[in-house]
Every structure is written in C-alpha cells, then in structure tokens.
C-alpha cells in the first residue's frame, strides 16, 4: 500500500476539482473563497461572541415589532416627562427667562438674580453632604479667585503676543506639575478644560504618533473597564477601537494578564488609573509601565481625580506603589487642578515625558487663507482667566498647604473607611487608594442606604456592574463633625434596613438598578439621552 503524504493528496483533490474549469472560472472560485473566509474570519473573531452579537441583534430586531415598539416609545415617554418635572420642580420657585429682556438689567439686579440661581437645589454642599463636586469651601480663596478673574477675565492664550503673562502662568503651572510628578527637563505638557480634554488629546496624540511613527491605520487602545468613560468618548471622537479589560473581583485593580491579552499589533496606548472613579483603587502603574516597555507602547495614567493627592502623599506619611514619569514606561499623565487642586472649575493638566507625543497633541493648519494656525489643545480661544486663577491657587497653597489638605482628607477618608467596615450589613469595594471609599452589600439591595442618606440630605455616586454607592471625600468633608455625623446617618440607616433587608428598593434608585438589568441597552442609551435633553428643558411660555 502506497502512503500518499497529506499535501499530496489536497493537491490531487484540488486539482481534480478544477481540471474541467476555465482559467477566469479558478480566479473567481478562489476570489469568492478567499472574501468568504476572510468574512467569516471578521463574524467569527471579534471582542463580542457570535451569542452576545446575536443577542444583541435581536433585541434590535425586536424594537421594529409594532407591539414592542410602542410599548417602549410609551414608557420612555412617561420617564421623558418625569425627568422634566423633576427639572421644573428643582427650580419651582424661580422664574425662567426665555427672551432677551426689553431693556438691560442693572448690575444689582443680575447679581441678585444670580445668587438666586446658585442656591437653587436642594443639598447642602457647604456642609459637606455632597460626594465629591466642590472639593474646597474657603470664602477667602473664593474672593481670591473672583478677584483673579476680574483683572483676567478678557485675556487669551490664543494671543500670545498680546497676553503673554498668561502664556507665561501657563508655562508655570505645566512645570510646577511636571516636577511634581518627577518629570525631567524633557516633560512638558498643557492645560486643558478638564479631565475629559486632558483625556482625550493625549488619546489623539497616541493616535497620530502611532500613525505616524508605526503605521497603525485601525488604533486600538487597552483600558480596565473602570477607566474613566472620557475614555470612551475620545475613542467615539476619534475612531479608536476600545479593548476593555476586567478588573480582579475582589481587588478592583485590572488584570494585568488581561492587559498583556488584548494588546496587538494595533494596540496604540495602554491605560491604568490612580485611582479610577468608581471604587478608588488603584491600578498595579509599574506592572503596566513593564508591559509598555516590553511591548514598546505608550502608557497613560489617568490621575485626573486623585492626582493633587497622590504627589502629597508619600510626604505626609502615606506609601503608594511608584505610579509617575519614574517608571520608564510611563509616557502620559493626567490630573485635575480643578479638584484636589483646588483651582475653579475648568481647568486641568496633561502631561508628556517628551515633546514628541506632545507635538502630536497639537492642531495645525499650514494652507488656511486666515493665515497658519496652531492650536495645542481643543480649543482655539481659551479663558485666560481660568489660567490665571489656577496659577493663582498654586500660588495660594503652596507646597505646605497641599502637604496640610492632602493629610487632613486622607486621615479623613481612612477613618470612614475603617468605621464602614464594623458595620454589619455592608463591604467596602476593593482597598480605596486615596479618597473615594465604595460601599456594597451582599445582603441588601445598597441603592436602599443610597436612598435613606438621600433622605437624610446627603448627595452620593451610584453605582453599577455591580451596584454600590461612594462617597468621595473632600476637604470639605474634613470639617468637625461632618465624617461622624456620615457615618452615623450610615449606621441610622442600616439599623432599620437590617430589620427587613430584603424590601425592594424605590424610587429614582429602582429605577437606576432596573437599568441595569435591561438587556438591551440602547434602550438605557436613550433613557440616558432623555435625561440631558431635560436639562435644557424650559416651559413653553408664549
């Protein structure tokens, strides 16, 4: 018996189903062999499974059935009209104006008319009922800041040789950060309008470098499924593929294993958080910076909440895993003066190691009839009295007075997170790195403690996948008597949730937790689209 080795015999296969056919009958019979499985390659191997996708295409489907659809449209319209009553009636008692006034308002009366608005709505922030939002409540930087902003407030960066001291703060306050994060002569960096801007040029600088350096015409970039969702809108805005990588159950820090799985050939950024938004830990930096050298991929760190604490707080007595420019692999930062570093809102900072991945940040235009136009960030005309103001802040503080601000709201927020974890009922979610503290429970639906502090005046962040609650701690929560009285409401309100833990939750929280188990999640989308529509809602006055 004669053995025939396996390519032999696909050859004679081969050759005898194509003995009878014409030359242009084997181009087309290949072609069409070739496209199909080059499709059945893209169906087949993609993040989502062929049962999700499917899934998801059903449900899709589903919405064309006249039954279904109208059902939906119902129901979204009952939520359109509660989203503006709610709207109408935070601002019942203030009427709104929809056409220019006949004849200009005198200054007494704007200012009046605008106090009147700020102190609209129904929680007490001064007090420190409110999680995260205004991170510093002292009247002396606040009359600081209005001053600032009057000598500043017509300025422009876009202007450099007619406001060049703003130009000049701005430089400051980039290399004042820089060396705050250990970067070298080499780091630069901007101000941006906030987290979300700082976020996405460096996701456009990654974009273009990769572009241009790698070749890389389909960008992908590797995130924990808790990076922030500015994440997610710069990919949206620019066309960058999102790889999402999960966290560790139980650390709430990312899968560094994951990390390594998803990148490719494509891959144009590698991101980790410190802390990311929702639970607060902090993501393992030198462990992605490892895989960035390796792998020769840029790897932003988003410090966009914690970053004015994180730099502090090793010099008040606080140890953190090494997270900035001293790791090798770390090429970007970001982080928000507007928060922990208390400048007014509207401004923040990225940072680059080099000037290479910062010139891939800016916008340039060379063959504009308006002659050639550079801009380093979004926009083109910035407010230089932000600039200013931020300047101003850092000026203000001064390395003691951050020193001072960073120890008062961590020992603040380590005291709530070690009182929390003796009450029975509740788990805190992960290790909170700096000053975010998640709370869950497995005995109780925890948008009930959400509700009953809701009731009691405070104002918390909900969560989902899986729900909790957070509290971010600010200074203003550092005031005598704020952290204890929390944590009594907290305790207040378990003693009767206890009692019966397994009554449903209600009201605006049911249905934050009834979105989370709505398969298709388009209809969550709209209902989300829906609520910024009521935003700008006002009433049809004639």
């Not at 189903?17 to 893209?42: A, G, M, N, R």
């Not at 009839?369 to 910035?382: D, E, K, W």
């Not at 209902?527 to 529509?533: K, M, S």
Request: positive net charge.
């Amino acid at each position: 018996m004669v053995n025939i080795p396996l390519v032999g015999t696909i050859k004679f296969f081969i050759n005898d189903v194509f003995k009878e056919k014409e030359p242009w009958q084997i181009v087309t019979i290949t072609t069409t062999t070739l496209l199909t499985s080059i499709w059945l390659w893209d169906l087949i191997f993609q993040d989502e499974s062929l049962v999700e996708r499917a899934k998801k295409k059903g449900l899709k489907l589903a919405r064309y059935i006249p039954s279904i659809r109208d059902k939906i449209d119902n129901e979204l319209s009952k939520v359109v009209t509660d989203f503006n009553k709610d709207v109408a009636n935070r601002v019942k008692d203030v009427p709104y104006i929809i056409h220019l006034p006949a004849k200009g308002l005198s200054s007494e009366e704007i200012l009046k008319l605008v106090d009147q608005y700020i102190k609209l709505g129904e929680y007490d922030w001064q007090s420190g009922k409110v999680s995260g939002t205004v991170y510093k409540n002292d009247k002396n930087l606040i009359q600081l800041m209005g001053s600032i902003y009057q000598i500043a407030s017509y300025t422009n960066p876009l202007h450099p040789d007619v406001f060049p001291g703003v130009c000049k703060m701005e430089a400051e306050v980039v290399r004042i950060t820089c060396n705050l994060f250990n970067g070298d002569e080499a780091t630069c960096g901007t101000m941006t309008t906030g987290g979300t801007e700082s976020i996405l040029l460096a996701c456009k600088a990654y974009r273009d470098y990769a572009k241009e350096v790698k070749g890389i015409k389909k960008p992908e970039m590797v995130i924990p499924t808790t990076a922030h969702s500015a994440f997610d809108k710069a990919a949206q805005f620019l066309k960058i593929k999102l790889r999402l990588v999960p966290v560790d159950s139980k650390t709430y820090t990312v899968n560094i294993e994951a990390m390594k799985r998803a990148i490719s050939k494509n891959t144009i950024m590698l991101v980790g958080s410190t802390p990311n938004f929702p639970y607060g830990t902090m993501d393992n930096i030198e462990l992605i910076s490892n895989l960035g050298v390796r792998y020769d991929i840029p790897v932003h760190v988003d410090a966009c909440l914690g970053g004015f604490l994180i730099c502090f707080m090793e010099k008040v007595g606080y140890n953190l895993p090494p997270f900035d420019f001293r790791l090798p692999g770390v090429t970007s930062i970001s982080a928000d003066t507007h928060k922990y570093g208390y400048a007014p809102k509207g401004s923040s900072i990225i940072l680059y190691r080099d000037k290479k991945y910062r010139n891939h940040q800016y916008t340039v235009s060379t063959d504009w009839p308006g002659g050639i136009y550079g801009s380093p960030t979004v926009n083109g005309s910035r407010a230089g009295g932000i600039i200013a103001s931020c300047w101003a802040s850092l000026m203000y503080f001064g390395n003691t007075g951050y020193l001072e601000a960073t120890r008062k709201i961590i020992d603040t927020s380590k005291y709530i997170e070690r009182e929390l974890r003796k009450m029975n009922g509740i788990c805190i979610l992960g290790t909170p790195a700096t000053s975010v503290v998640s709370i869950g429970s497995e005995v109780f639906h925890i948008y009930r403690l959400g509700e009953s502090l809701r009731a009691k005046g405070w104002n918390l962040n909900s969560l989902q996948f899986p729900s909790a609650i957070h509290l971010c701690v600010t200074h203003v929560h550092t005031e005598k008597g704020v952290a204890d009285q929390f944590l009594d409401d907290v305790q207040n309100a378990l003693d009767i949730i206890m009692k019966n833990p397994d009554v449903p939750v209600k009201g605006q929280f049911a249905l934050y937790g009834m979105s989370q188990e709505i398969a298709d999640r388009s209809i969550v989308g709209d209902i989300t689209r829906n609520y910024l529509d009521s935003l700008y809602y006002t009433p049809n006055l004639k």
